[in-house]
C-alpha cells in the first residue's frame, strides 16, 4: 500500500466557471488558473503522484506550458492515471476536503464522488468528498479562495 497527500489553493475571480471535482457549480465565482483551477482535483493529482513517487502536478503540467492553459483538470487526471497504471498500480481509495466558506457542496457531494470514481476507475464506495469552512477566518474565510486536501491510497494491480 502506497499513501500519498495532496494540496492546493486557488483564489476566487469573476467571469469564470466554477468546477469542483469535475462537477460545474451555479456560483457567480470562479477559481483562477492557468488551467480550469479545480482545486479538488489538484489536490486528489498530486496525491495520487505523491503515492506512486511521480512529483507533483507543477512539475508535469507547468504553467508556463500554453498547452496546459484553461485545460480541464479532468484530463490532466486521466493523463496522471496513464502514469499511474503505468507502474502497475491502482487506486484504492480517496479521502478530499475542500476548504471554502462558500459555496456550500453538500447537495453535489455525490456527484462529485461519482465523477472522482469514474475518472480515477474505482467504485464511488472508495471515494469520500468533505467539506469544511474555516469559520470565516482567513483568505478562505473573507472568500478570497477555495483549498482542498487529499490523501489517497494506490495498490498494486493484481
Ligand atoms: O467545523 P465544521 O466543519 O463541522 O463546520 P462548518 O465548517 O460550518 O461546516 C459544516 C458543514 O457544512 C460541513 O460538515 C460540510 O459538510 C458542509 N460544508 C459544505 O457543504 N460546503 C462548504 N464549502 C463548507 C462546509
Ligand atoms: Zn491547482
Not at 479532468?74 to 479521502?95: A, F, H, P, R, T
Request: hydrophobic letters at 40%; glycine letters at 8%.
Amino acid at each position: 500500500m502506497y499513501v500519498g497527500i495532496g494540496y492546493d489553493i486557488h483564489r476566487f475571480v469573476k467571469d469564470r466557471k466554477l468546477i469542483l471535482g469535475g462537477v460545474c457549480f451555479d456560483y457567480p465565482l470562479g477559481l483562477s488558473g492557468h488551467s480550469d483551477a479545480d482545486v479538488v482535483l489538484h489536490a486528489i493529482g498530486d496525491a495520487i503522484l505523491g503515492a506512486a513517487s511521480l512529483g507533483d502536478i507543477g512539475e508535469l503540467f507547468p504553467d508556463t506550458d500554453d498547452k496546459w492553459k484553461d485545460i480541464s483538470s479532468q484530463i490532466l487526471l486521466d493523463k496522471i492515471m496513464e502514469l499511474v497504471w503505468e507502474k502497475g498500480l491502482c487506486v484504492n481509495n480517496v479521502d478530499v476536503v475542500f476548504i471554502a466558506q462558500e459555496p456550500k457542496i453538500s447537495k453535489q457531494k455525490k456527484k462529485m464522488e461519482r465523477r472522482i470514481s469514474e475518472l480515477l476507475k474505482v467504485e464511488p464506495e472508495r471515494i469520500n468528498v468533505k467539506a469544511t469552512t474555516t469559520e470565516g477566518l482567513d483568505s478562505i474565510g473573507r472568500l478570497e479562495a477555495a483549498a482542498a486536501q487529499a490523501v489517497v491510497t494506490l495498490t498494486h494491480n493484481s
